[in-house]
DNA sequence: CTTTCATTTCAATGATTCTTGAAATACCCT
DNA sequence: AGGGTATTTCAAGAATCATTGAAATGAAAG
């Protein structure tokens, strides 16, 4: 990945409701959840909401599919994994100093 | 870490001049370097370098000392860590499928 | 075919961030 | 002290981003 992708999808991930919605994402697992119903989780109105959830689509990190009236909105990780690669290997050149401050279990 | 905390974070990362200046700073390994090579070196002028460098010490990202009449950055990897960790274990609850998505060696 | 529900889009506004160049500060040397 | 180098700070303006509420779209159901 190129820098400026990553300076992009590290904008996408520099705003707390985005966050949270990833994370109620995660929670909700595969099946995913609507428009609405992430609104109404993360306290924000439905145009903000869409607002967000626009942003985290348009950068790969969500997944969007009608079902009937609703939208429904899935997590992706493959960008959450790509921006942890690029910092760690590209960013970082792969440092053991890096590894040992990521406190999950690493390698 | 709290999730506004990342989200500024993130926001300090989101920009291809800071992310330069880290990766020239992993390269300077723990010597660091002074912020006029640095700008030299990312093609940014004096005052330009500067506001990043400030935006990344503020965030932790990077320690300065002065030496004589040179201000010396360097490296700290464990905001960098810290954000790794939050994005795997807090944000994603430490998926297995995201560490799949993870493309450097993760146990 | 009109209504209703779910969601997005739009326009206006406010807030934040970035860039530039000039001026200020800090330090060293003679 | 005075002069030079290194760097930051500041003010102004441009650019980008977020919030709001109203209007538009899309899909189902009576």
Redesign the interface.
Known sequence: MV??D???L??V????D???I??VL??AGPSGMSAGDIARKIGASPSRASFHLNALSEAGFLHRERQSRTLNYRID??R??????F?????????A???????????
């Not at 991930?13 to 707390?16: Q, R, W």
């Not at 910092?87 to 440092?95: F, V």
């Open positions: 820098a400026e990553a300076a992009n590290f904008g991930l520099s705003n707390t985005r966050l949270c990833i994370r995660v929670e990780f493959n959450i994994g790509a921006l942890i690669t910092l760690m290997e590209d960013c970082c050149k792969g440092s100093e890096l590894r040992n401050c990521c406190s999950m279990r690493l390698g």
